[in-house]
């Protein structure tokens, strides 16, 4: 079965730094983009950033433009998120998914079509 695995979270000061991880199994994973969500306490699940299935466009939510850059290993099955700058808004549970359509175009960000959610690795940024 497709599984979706994040890790890399855990807490970080504000203006510091944290790399995560999305590995994929199950799949062929270079037909899907894949997407970065996050959903703090109290508040609905957000896109935060995507990546197209070769790699080739990536996008941002404009609160994390010029401080996140996504990437991906198509080799390894992996997706990472490197975030920069972090700061006390962006502390949520973060996870990954994979767009339903394989070889999609265009990025969505609709929750709705992604699925293989993972579990989530929790990010906290203190001040």
């Known amino acids: 079965q497709v599984q979706l695995v994040e890790s890399g979270g855990g807490l970080v000061q504000a203006g510091g730094s944290l790399r995560l991880s999305c590995a994929a199994s199950g799949l062929t994973f270079s037909k899907y983009a894949i997407g970065w969500f996050r959903q703090a306490p109290g508040k609905e699940r957000e896109p935060v950033a995507g990546?197209?299935?070769?790699?080739?466009?990536?996008y941002y939510t404009d609160s994390v433009k010029g401080r996140f850059t996504i990437s991906r290993d198509n080799s390894e099955n992996t997706v990472y998120l490197q975030m920069n700058n972090l700061q006390p808004e962006d502390t949520a549970v973060y996870y990954c998914?994979?767009?339903?359509?394989?070889?999609?175009?265009?990025?969505?960000?609709?929750?709705?079509?992604?699925?293989?959610w993972g579990q989530g690795t929790q990010v906290t940024v203190s001040s």
């Open positions: 998914a994979r767009d339903r359509r394989p070889y999609s175009s265009g990025w969505s960000g609709n929750l709705a079509d992604f699925g293989s």
């Open positions: 990546i197209s299935w070769s790699g080739g466009s990536t």
